[in-house]
């Protein structure tokens, strides 16, 4: 089975503060795929990254970066100068090469106030 | 291109009564996902389609949820005999076939059974 923890329910930040978003997932497959995915207050899920298992390199995009370790079986979200535009609830997902669902985590409200 | 796209946005209805929500996928996306969110939670997955078959239905709750993909497009997830506990955002997810796994979502149904 796979699971996967966020353990901050929510965090509050003043605009321009760096924040990290927590994921840790659990899994026996040795081939898997991890995702963030941000839901505003519209509601509807956006795709942010994806993962390859076997691919640790980490990733930035503009403000955003990512930091995936095999051996701690993480892979936490880092926000730079935090926006008020980024305050939404943060998804941390997986799957394995053998399934195809997401297991997401509870997610991480962020709040970003001027 | 166009999203993927959900109706009703909102539905209510009362306890008892049979409800149809409906899923037009991203254009050329093979695969197609149903996933139920309660409040404060993350999404949970329902069913899986790759063309026009149930190829996961094992999220599925119980027999009064059911979901059809008659022509490998549009789907309709169908609850009959709503309860209470049915209320909820209900999510539909599209992905391309391959490699990539990646899922994106439409912007839910949300479902208020009174």
Known sequence: AQKVTQAQTEISVVEKEDVTLDCVYETRDTTYYLFWYKQPPSGELVFLIRRNSFDEQNEISGRYSWNFQKSTSSFNFTITASQVVDSAVYFCALTTFSGYALNFGKGTSLLVTP | ?114
């Open chain 2, 1 to 114: 291109g166009a999203g993927v796209s959900q109706t009703p946005s909102n539905k209510v209805t009362e306890k008892g009564k049979y409800v149809e929500l409906r899923c037009d996928p991203i254009s050329g996306h093979t695969a197609l996902y149903w996933y139920r969110q309660s409040l404060g939670q993350g999404p949970e997955f329902l069913i899986y389609f790759q063309g026009t078959g149930a190829a996961d239905d094992s999220g599925l709750p119980n027999d009064r949820f059911f979901a059809v993909r008659p022509e490998g497009s549009v789907s309709t997830l169908k609850i009959q005999r709503t309860e209470r506990g049915d209320s909820a955002v209900y999510l539909c997810a599209s992905r391309k076939d391959g490699g990539a796994r990646t899922q994106y979502f439409g912007p839910g149904t949300r479902l208020l059974v009174l």
